[in-house]
């Protein structure tokens, strides 16, 4: 099978797993799967969305080079937690 192939039926197969996830794990009909699948999705593009607007466009501009040059961590506490929080550690940020 071409690699294309393979890959679509991986993706298809864990899309379907989601599916019964959201109908059979939450004891609703199979047929309602599909709810929880759309939410899945959504937050899934939100998320990667998030994270390459941050990282793309955000943490390549000399504009927060010089902002992490000064120390946010000192002098922007909060800011500094709630980034640290969203993006996973204080080591990503």
Do not use: Q, Y
């Amino acid at each position: 099978l071409p690699v294309r192939v393979k890959h679509v039926t991986f993706v298809l197969s864990l899309w379907t797993c989601v599916w019964l996830l959201g109908s059979w794990g939450l004891d609703r009909p199979l047929i309602d799967g599909w709810k929880f699948t759309f939410m899945v999705s959504a937050f899934f593009r939100l998320g990667f969305a998030l994270a390459w607007i941050f990282i793309a466009n955000v943490n390549h501009c000399h504009m927060w080079n010089e902002f992490l040059a000064r120390d946010p961590e000192r002098t922007w506490p909060v800011l500094h937690a709630c980034m640290a929080f969203a993006l996973g550690g204080r080591h990503r940020w």
